[in-house]
C-alpha cells in the first residue's frame, strides 16, 4: 500500500517557484533516504533529486542544480523539494519515492526505490 502523498503541485509562470512535499503516514520516510522523479508527458520518468535518511547527503540531476533543492524535516515526517526558476520543460507529474533500506543510493535509478507515492502535477507556462 502507499503511504506516501505529495502536495504543493499547481500551475505556475516560467520563472516562478512551487516548493512539493511528501509526506508518509507511516515510518517509510523517516527511516529511508528519499527521492524525486518526475514524468512528462510521452516522456520516460528521470529522476530529479535524492536526499539521505539524515539529511546530510543530496543529489541532483543536471537539469535541477542551482535551481532545485531538497530537504527534509524528520519531526514533520515531511520531504521537500524547493523548485525556483522553473521552465516549460519543468511541466510534469512529480512523484516521491523511498530508497530500499537504511543506506543511501547516489545512482538516481528508479530501481533503487521500493515505496512511491501517487503524484503531484506541475504545469510550467511560458
Known amino acids: 500500500q502507499v503511504q506516501l502523498v505529495e502536495s504543493g503541485g499547481g500551475l505556475v509562470p516560467a520563472g516562478d517557484s512551487l516548493r512539493l512535499s511528501c509526506s508518509d503516514s507511516?515510518?517509510?520516510?523517516?527511516?529511508?533516504?528519499m527521492g524525486w522523479f518526475r514524468r512528462a508527458p510521452g516522456k520516460e520518468r528521470e529522476f530529479v533529486a535524492a536526499i539521505s535518511r539524515g539529511g546530510a547527503r543530496t543529489l541532483y540531476a543536471d537539469s535541477a542544480k542551482g535551481r532545485f533543492t531538497i530537504s527534509r524535516d524528520i519531526a514533520k515526517n515531511t520531504v521537500y523539494l524547493q523548485m525556483n526558476s522553473l521552465k516549460p520543460e519543468d511541466t510534469a507529474v512529480y512523484y516521491c519515492?523511498?530508497?530500499?533500506?537504511?543506506?543511501?543510493?547516489?545512482?538516481?535509478?528508479?530501481?533503487?526505490?521500493?515505496?512511491w507515492g501517487q503524484g503531484t502535477q506541475v504545469t510550467v507556462s511560458s
Open positions: 519515492a523511498a530508497q530500499r533500506g537504511l543506506g543511501f543510493y547516489s545512482r538516481g535509478q528508479a530501481n533503487d526505490y521500493d515505496s
Open positions: 507511516g515510518q517509510t520516510l523517516s527511516s529511508r533516504a
